[in-house]
């Protein structure tokens, strides 16, 4: 397989604009644009929104809501789109006369796609290590949050690497120590390996790729195929990824989906979104075993997740909306051992680490259910701003927070904010429907804050627990 030279991520200027880029901007001069033209409202306490423009440290801190910029990707920094894109005000026309010059937007545009370096030479979370990578499927984009601070830290632009715009970026695997990781792209039937500093190491061509699942303990990454294939091979991808070649691995059933390994055994297993099986795969002797659940309506397995103990394992249905619980005791027998009532269109759940709690995303009525895995039942509906179309799910490797993305996309054309849909905080003229991620404080099980993204928060990844 051929490796696909490093490429430097969105930091390329659109030609079409004549915009132009200064080399080596040092942040001093930025700092002096800062002061001559926004410290008035944003220094100290009673700093606009709490961001601080009076030090590099304080404009990386961001502001109450999050990051003011995103180094290297100035097109997508809230600084950025603000003084030139803002409906209303503040910015850019309450500032009148003191708007920024072309010269002067250029300048901080140019230190942004520069990385936004300190005086120093500082990159700013160069050396973050809790990451959570969420891809933008409407975009070609993945965004990576800073699980520390909660804000969005990078983009990558999956066009940079030449891929079109209809991509769709859908699910990401991460290796536990966060060296490389993986990305489904849907539309591309590609899947991507990337290195820490996002450059683009290899790829494979594979049909309709959907979720990705990695066995911390093998070479093996797993993929499945994409709900929006109608038809796949009814086989899942076993990829090696130290070399990024790859083996069908027929499974038996149609459309494979909801995806997981067991970290200690490394069985796989993968349900069906048109019948109700699930197929167990033994990666040692490529031995499958498939179990028929019954029931008379099709129950749509999106996704399963597995305890970090490796003894349970839920799964959720779309069209049933349920929780079924396995347990993998009784592997290959994948009958549920208990079924939980929950929300419409439960999507990705995610285990706590104390294997307590799971929570899941329900994508058709835009709330977060939470299930007791001790007794067995669903013990909180959580509901709140930022939760339009759940989607995706992760948890910090504390445990502190769980974060659902969410794809906010089904707003109708002409019409007033719909009830379901997320306003963002700042119109834009073209930002109606981007996608967030919901953080939810696991001690109190509220929202506690939503991450602003590009478009269609879809899958999710973070670095891979090992047993
Ligand atoms: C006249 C006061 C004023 C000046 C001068 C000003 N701002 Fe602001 N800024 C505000 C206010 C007020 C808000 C909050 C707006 C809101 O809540 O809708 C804000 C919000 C922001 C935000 C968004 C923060 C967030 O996360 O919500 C950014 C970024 C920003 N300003 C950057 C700048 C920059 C850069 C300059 C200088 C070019 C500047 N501002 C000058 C008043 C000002």
Redesign the pocket.
């Known amino acids: 397989m051929a490796l696909i030279a490093a490429v430097k991520p969105s930091t390329t200027l659109d030609s079409n604009t004549d915009d132009f880029q200064l080399a080596n901007v040092r942040y001093s001069d930025v700092q002096g644009?800062?002061n001559a033209?926004?410290v008035?409202?944003?220094t100290g306490p009673n700093a606009?929104?709490g961001?601080r423009?009076e030090s590099w440290e304080s404009l990386i801190a961001?502001?109450?809501?999050?990051e003011?910029i995103i180094a290297y990707d100035s097109s997508h920094s809230?600084?950025i789109e603000?003084?030139t894109n803002l409906v209303g005000g503040?910015?850019p026309l309450?500032?009148d006369a003191?708007s920024?010059t072309d010269n002067e937007i250029s300048l901080i545009e140019s230190w942004i796609n520069q990385g936004a370096p300190s005086e120093s030479g500082k990159i700013p979370f160069a050396d973050a290590d809790q990451l959570l990578y969420v891809a933008n499927q409407s975009e070609a984009l993945v965004s990576i949050i800073d699980m520390e601070t909660n804000q969005v830290v990078r983009n990558v632009d999956i066009k940079s690497f030449g891929f079109p715009e209809n991509a769709s970026p859908h699910h990401i695997a991460v290796e536990s120590d966060g060296s490389y990781w993986y990305l489904s792209l849907i539309a591309s039937n590609t899947i991507l390996k990337l290195d820490r500093q996002n450059n683009l190491v290899d790829r494979i061509d594979f049909i309709r790729p959907g979720l990705l699942a990695i066995d911390p303990k093998s070479d093996y990454l797993y993929a499945g195929r994409s709900m929006a294939a109608v038809s796949p091979p009814q086989a899942i991808g076993v990829i090696k990824r130290s070399e990024m070649t790859f083996e069908e691995v027929e499974i038996f059933l149609p459309r494979p989906h909801a995806l997981a390994v067991q970290p200690f055994t490394g069985m796989v297993y993968t349900g069906s979104l048109a019948v109700n099986q699930i197929a167990s795969l033994n990666p040692q002797n490529e031995e499958i075993n498939l179990t028929n659940l019954g029931g008379n309506r099709p129950h749509t397995l999106v996704n399963f997740a597995i305890s970090p103990d490796g003894r349970w394992m839920v799964g959720t249905t779309e069209l049933t909306a349920k929780v079924l619980i396995f347990d993998l005791n009784l592997s290959p027998n994948m009958n549920p051992v208990d079924t939980i009532a929950v929300n419409a269109a439960p999507w990705h759940p995610i285990f706590t680490p104390d294997g307590k709690w799971v929570y899941v995303g329900n994508n058709r009525n835009n709330t977060v259910n939470v299930i007791d895995m001790d007794k067995r039942i669903l013990s909180k509906v959580i509901e709140g701003d930022g939760l339009a179309q759940p989607h995706g799910s992760a948890i910090s490797s504390d445990g502190k927070f769980v974060y659902i993305s969410n794809r906010n996309l089904e707003m109708s054309e002409g019409h007033s904010k719909h009830a379901n849909m997320y306003a963002p905080?700042?119109n834009l003229g073209n930002n109606s429907r981007i996608g967030t991620v919901a953080v939810i404080d696991t001690s109190t099980k509220e929202i506690i804050k939503v991450i602003e993204i590009e478009g269609y928060g879809s899958g999710m990844g973070t670095a891979a627990r090992t047993p």
């Not at 961001?62 to 999050?66: A, L, Y």
């Open positions: 644009v800062f033209k926004c008035s409202c944003h606009a929104r961001l423009l961001g502001s109450d809501e999050g003011a809230l600084l603000l003084i503040p910015h309450e500032l003191k920024l905080r700042y």
